[in-house]
């Protein structure tokens, strides 16, 4: 079925996707924006924590469904097995309208000057395609800004001595330290740090009509449930519809993107919520469904122009997989650090993201958010704790509310081995070819990692912790909620994906707006510099001159 062409249609409405689709509906362009997954209620998921987004146990509570949306990975040993979302080595990311922003713990970084110059700064890396960003950080400043004050973000400009120069402060104060942030303060400054307030994507005020933080402990993983979490689900993509000039549509599986005999995006193709199969023209595309779903999309969209997908020419799609090497420490009190109060994870430190002697890179380190009883209990434990029985209790009663953890998201270098693919055999519920993923990090990730969490357990000592134990990364593939680069763009049409202005080499109309194009991803949760990028993405296409004007 082919439905009347529209001016845009948009493939995802997550982070990135919801932003377009509000910048463009309100210049007056008619768009689509089609979402796998569906529109939720906080009523739906509330607290129940074993559905939560990190801990899968029940189900996913913002999607997908296990039964529909396999994938295929390989193993430490070279096996190929189908793996569900509720399955670690998946790298689920939320399929929800606002997508990975409905549940993130909302932290908004802006990325350092230093991180779209990983090359420059550290030069060839042997067995890493280590390359700068044909953008830099001076190019996205403004976009940063754009997103702080259309999204909300709370923080305190100037407070983090490494960060880029801004234009103007954020738009709401910081959220007041809890316990664990006034104990890791002092303690901080004290070892020669500079810990500072975390910036949020949460009202610490009310602002743009919705309420305040109520600083209850269900942050990351969940939905809020006063809205004072700045998804695009209640920020962007409500502004969106409210023009009149955008339709979103749930429950829509695309399939491929539909190119014209000289190889211009024509449209999309998918399955909408009954399984009929859907055309639904537009003289522009914009891909936003996550490095991962991005990446597949483009590999499926085969044609006689474009062999090996588009954007494929030279190989490069489905390359260069990155999430983060999470490493740090767990620290264990005599006294009660744990007060309850939400999102817990308020004071941060960005010494580590670079200048380290013989490490690459590094990572802004920050106290954890709140552990449920269930996360806690598979949390970092001494060598032989017991894992069950009265033993096993006796132990969470006793450290539950005197441990607190830090961790960092280390900047992995990214590898050409790291991919997504197509599975030659495994499809999913609807007949799509589904991804397989494969690799593994790069020596350098580990070492750093190591670095890392050193750090985090000095600082949990100066606080005065009595035990401490380091987490590190483990050796696979990492491209979870913070999954990029398998689209990365370029100045050079003979690599990477993407031009500058994220829109796909060889496919003059067809953009993309989401972490796929990152070519590093630095030490930081990447949604602020996928929003940013998602902003400046939407001039070029207002400037592309695919529509005409309109008043």
């Not at 399939?255 to 190889?263: A, F, H, I, P, R």
């Amino acid at each position: 079925m082919a439905l009347d062409p529209v001016d845009v249609v948009i493939v995802g409405a997550g982070g990135g996707g919801g932003i377009v689709a509000k910048q463009l509906a309100e210049a007056g362009w008619r768009v689509v924006l089609l979402e796998r997954g569906r529109t939720q209620n906080f009523s739906e998921t509330g607290h129940y924590e074993l559905r939560s987004q990190r801990t899968t146990v029940l189900g996913n509570a913002f999607g997908p469904d296990d039964e529909r949306h396999v994938r295929v990975r390989q193993t430490d040993g070279g096996e190929w097995v189908k793996v569900l979302p509720s399955d670690g080595g998946y790298n689920n990311i939320a399929a929800v309208v606002g997508g990975g922003t409905l549940s993130y713990g909302a932290m908004a970084w802006r990325f350092l000057p230093k991180d779209f110059r990983m090359r420059s700064t550290y030069g060839a890396l042997t067995g890493s395609t280590l390359e700068d960003w044909p953008v830099s950080y001076e190019d996205l400043a403004a976009y940063y800004e754009k997103a702080e004050w259309e999204l909300g973000v709370s923080g305190k400009a100037g407070a983090n001595p490494f960060e880029g120069p801004r234009g103007k402060g954020y738009p709401m104060p910081p959220l007041p330290f809890n316990r664990e942030a006034s104990v890791l303060a002092p303690a901080g400054r004290k070892i020669g740090m500079h810990p500072f307030p975390i910036p949020m994507a949460i009202n610490s005020v009310p602002y743009e009509g919705r309420g305040a933080c109520i600083q209850c402990p269900h942050c990351v993983g969940f939905s809020c449930e006063v809205d004072a979490k700045g998804s695009t689900a209640v920020t962007v993509i409500p502004r969106a519809l409210a023009t009149g000039n955008c339709e979103l549509r749930t429950e829509c599986v695309v399939s491929e993107v539909l190119t014209d005999e000289k190889g211009r995006a024509r449209g999309v193709a998918y399955f909408d919520r009954e399984g009929k199969l859907v055309e639904q023209g537009a003289k522009v595309v914009v891909v936003a469904a996550s490095a991962t779903e991005t990446a597949r999309l483009l590999l499926n969209s085969k044609t006689k122009l474009h062999p090996h997908g588009l954007g494929n020419r030279h190989d490069w799609v489905g390359r260069n997989l990155q999430g983060h090497a999470y490493s740090g420490a767990f620290g264990l009190f005599d006294q009660e650090v744990w007060d309850g109060v939400g999102p817990a994870a308020r004071i941060a430190a960005c010494d580590f993201n670079h200048g380290n002697e013989g490490i690459v890179g590094g990572a802004m380190l920050a106290n954890e958010f709140i552990r449920m009883p269930y996360l806690f209990a598979r949390s970092v434990r001494p060598p032989g704790a017991a894992r069950w029985g009265k033993a096993h209790k006796d132990w969470q009663r006793k450290w539950y509310k005197r441990s607190m953890g830090i961790k960092g998201p280390v900047q992995e270098v990214p590898r050409w081995e790291n991919r997504v693919e197509i599975d030659p055999r495994v499809k999913d519920a609807w007949g799509i070819p589904t991804v397989r993923l494969s690799g593994a990090k790069h020596a350098s990730d580990l070492k750093t990692g190591k670095f890392v969490a050193g750090k985090a357990a000095a600082w949990l000592r100066a606080a005065g912790a009595i035990e401490v134990f380091e987490t590190l990364p483990g050796r696979g593939v990492s491209g979870g909620q913070h999954q990029a680069g398998t689209a990365r763009m370029s100045k050079d049409a003979k690599s990477e994906a993407v031009d500058a202005d994220c829109r796909v080499w060889d496919v003059e109309n067809l953009y993309i707006a989401d972490g796929s194009v990152h070519v590093t991803n630095g030490g930081f949760n990447p949604s602020l510099t996928i929003q940013a990028l998602a902003y400046r993405t939407n001039e070029k296409i207002l400037a592309s001159g695919h529509i005409p004007k309109r008043q």
